[in-house]
C-alpha cells in the first residue's frame, strides 16, 4: 500500500522560507514523478510542482515561479519543496502526490495519486 506523509508545515511570517518535506512508503520516488499541490479555503486544489525527468527541468506553477523549488533524495525516499519569500497568498494545505513518467507536463490533479493527507502552511502578514 502506497502512503505519502507530508511534514514541515505551520505559521510563518510574510518573507519567511519553509521546507515540506513527503516522505513514501510503499513505493520507491525514483520511479515515479513525485509533485506538490495546493489547496486554500474555497478554493481549488491546484499545481504547485513536479519533478523534472530525463533531461526536463521540474515544473512549477507561474505564481510560486522563482520562489519554490522542488528537489528528491532517493536515499530517504523523500521530496522536499523549499518555499521561500512566503506570501499570504501562499497559504493553503499543500499535498503531496506521485505521477507517471508518462504522464509528465501534465498539472491536472487527475493525472495524480496517493494523496497524501496535506500540511498547512499560514503566511501570516
Known amino acids: 500500500q502506497v502512503q505519502l506523509v507530508e511534514s514541515g508545515g505551520g505559521v510563518v511570517q510574510v518573507g519567511d522560507s519553509v521546507r515540506l518535506s513527503c516522505t513514501a512508503s510503499?513505493?520507491?520516488?525514483?520511479?515515479?514523478?513525485p509533485g506538490w499541490f495546493r489547496q486554500a479555503p474555497g478554493k481549488e486544489r491546484e499545481f504547485v510542482a513536479v519533478?523534472?525527468?530525463?533531461?526536463?527541468?521540474?515544473l512549477y506553477a507561474d505564481s510560486v515561479k522563482g520562489r519554490f523549488t522542488i528537489s528528491r533524495d532517493d536515499a530517504k525516499n523523500t521530496v522536499y519543496l523549499q518555499m521561500n519569500s512566503l506570501k499570504p497568498e501562499d497559504t493553503a494545505l499543500y499535498y503531496c502526490?506521485?505521477?507517471?513518467?508518462?504522464?509528465?507536463?501534465?498539472?491536472?490533479?487527475?493525472?495524480?495519486?496517493?494523496w497524501g493527507q496535506g500540511i498547512q502552511v499560514t503566511v501570516s502578514s
Open positions: 510503499g513505493h520507491t520516488f525514483s520511479s515515479s514523478l
Open positions: 519533478m523534472g525527468w530525463r533531461d526536463a527541468s521540474p
Open positions: 502526490a506521485k505521477t507517471s513518467f508518462s504522464k509528465f507536463g501534465s498539472m491536472s490533479s487527475r493525472d495524480f495519486g496517493s
